[in-house]
């Protein structure tokens, strides 16, 4: 069972750079979440898609944009990488009231 | 503002102690408070807690939330090596998607 898989598990970026991180799942979830991690931060909301079709803001959005490309993919690109989204980034995703599912990770450094 | 808050932040135990996690909680539209553990990677789910004062246990974990005074704990008895992780309590609100929002989480280490 995959599960949640994001790509890639390692990038390093320059400053200015842009990138997009890629997420699937295959447990046929409405709702997808992207939240960043830092230390002594917890997990911090980016964006989340409640259905297909539909994106919103989380708690830290800016510099972040996302894409529900289907019901399987939510992706989440920096248009112009800065050195403070350097950070571990994981996505998740649920069906309805129950417990969200996580991706293994992605760790983004930004020189 | 949904607000979670973890203590302690971090805490040493021997191997065989009991150890108890805390977490408060203000959340306009509570719906359910869960608790994960992650060790070097993703959050792993271990507890949904929905209604006051009913415990939910698994081996050696336990769970129990008061909504009255908005918290909730976890308990882990005989504590092993492999308990050490950062455990994570988050609130689910009544909103439109299942928003979580986390506590800081609390560092456990187990040690011989």
């Known amino acids: 069972n995959a599960g949640v898989t994001q790509t890639p598990k390692f990038q390093v970026l320059k400053t200015g750079q842009s990138m997009t991180l890629q997420c699937a799942q295959d447990?046929?979830?409405?709702?997808m979440y992207w939240y960043r991690q830092d230390p002594g931060m917890g997990l911090r909301l980016i964006y989340y898609?409640?259905?297909?079709?539909?994106?919103d803001k989380g708690e830290v959005p800016n510099g972040y944009n996302v894409s529900r490309l289907n019901k399987r993919e939510f992706s989440l690109r920096l248009e112009s990488a800065a050195p403070s989204q350097t950070s571990v980034y994981f996505c998740?995703?649920?069906?309805?009231?129950?417990?969200?599912?996580f991706g293994s990770g992605t760790q983004l450094s930004v020189l | 503002e949904d607000k979670v808050v973890q203590s302690p932040l971090s805490l040493v135990v021997h191997e065989g102690d009991t150890v108890t996690l805390n977490c408060s909680y203000e959340?306009?539209?509570?719906?359910?408070l869960l608790w994960y553990k992650q060790e070097k990677k993703a959050p792993t789910f271990l507890f949904m807690l929905?209604?006051?004062?009913i415990e939910k246990k698994s081996g050696r974990l336990s769970s129990i939330l008061d909504k009255k005074e908005l918290f909730s704990i976890l308990n882990i008895t005989a504590t092993q090596t492999g308990d050490s992780a950062v455990y994570l309590c988050?609130?689910?609100?009544?909103?439109?998607?299942?928003?979580?929002?986390f506590g800081t989480g609390t560092r456990l280490q187990v040690t011989l």
């Open positions: 998740a995703s649920c069906q309805g009231w129950e417990k969200l599912f």
């Open positions: 447990m046929n979830h409405n709702s």
């Open positions: 898609s409640a259905s297909e079709g539909t994106t």
């Open positions: 959340v306009t539209n509570f719906r359910s």
């Open positions: 929905t209604s006051s004062g």
């Open positions: 988050a609130v689910l609100n009544t909103g439109t998607a299942s928003k979580l929002t």
